[in-house]
T-cell receptor, first 115, second 108 residues
Framework: KAGVTQTPRYLIKTRGQQVTLSCSPISGHRSVSWYQQTPGQGLQFLFEYFSETQRNKGNFPGRFSGRQFSNSRSEMNVSTLELGDSALYLC??????????????FGEGSWLTVV | AQRVTQPEKLLSVFKGAPVELKCNYSYSGSPELFWYVQYSRQRLQLLLRHISRESIKGFTADLNKGETSFHLKKPFAQEEDSAMYYCALINYGQNFVFGPGTRLSVLP
């Protein structure tokens, strides 16, 4: 069974631009969650989607948004990029929501560099 | 606010020695706690969760509500245990809160 797939793996953007990252969950998984990992702040939860609905949201500004499609694939978007948005963005999927006790499986992440 | 702290950024032990990775949390309620591990060049993965009370790869973790701790222990460390370990909890808002991580290095 294929794991969680994230694209692109690496990208460089300029301040002020926007970026869209994509996540394909494990087949059959309906929940997708996103995380930002930086050396300074560590691993921080962004949001979780289940059945196309945002279930939970972390403490991030409105520039960070996401959505989930009917096939459970998810995208996250960051608008008006700032230098501090440079990070590894991880996606994870689970059968149901993680708060229901479902194990989450992580992707390899998308490395975003903002210059 | 809910927080997870891991006081050690780096922990080095010799092979065969006991290892304990510390995790403390601040949370007013009954938390759901986890340990995640990331081996070199591999994805972050679940190691264990407190509700299952299982031992994975020889690791155990006991929830101590009085001390608000969830330390990860293994009696005899192996070189393949070298990795980054993250303690995490699910809080009231059902958000995941991760600790800063501890890098475990098991020396031969």
């Amino acid at each position: 069974k294929a794991g969680v797939t994230q694209t692109p793996r690496y990208l460089i953007k300029t301040r002020g631009q926007q970026v869209t990252l994509s996540c394909s969950p494990i087949s059959g998984h309906r929940s997708v969650s996103w995380y930002q990992q930086t050396p300074g702040q560590g691993l921080q939860f962004l949001f979780e989607y289940f059945s196309e609905t945002q279930r939970n949201k972390g403490n991030f500004p409105g520039r960070f948004s996401g959505r989930q499609f009917s096939n459970s694939r998810s995208e996250m978007n960051v608008s008006t990029l700032e230098l501090g948005d440079s990070a590894l963005y991880l996606c994870a999927s689970s059968l149901g929501t993680y708060s229901s006790g479902n194990t989450i499986y992580f992707g390899e992440g998308s490395w975003l560099t903002v210059v | 606010a809910q927080r997870v702290t891991q006081p050690e950024k780096l922990l080095s032990v010799f092979k065969g020695a006991p290892v304990e990775l510390k995790c403390n949390y601040s949370y007013s309620g009954s938390p759901e706690l986890f340990w995640y591990v990331q081996y070199s060049r591999q994805r972050l993965q679940l190691l264990l969760r407190h509700i299952s009370r299982e031992s994975i790869k020889g690791f155990t973790a006991d929830l101590n509500k009085g001390e608000t701790s969830f330390h990860l222990k293994k009696p005899f460390a192996q070189e393949e245990d070298s990795a980054m370990y993250y303690c995490a909890l699910i809080n009231y808002g059902q958000n995941f809160v991760f600790g800063p991580g501890t890098r475990l290095s098991v020396l031969p």
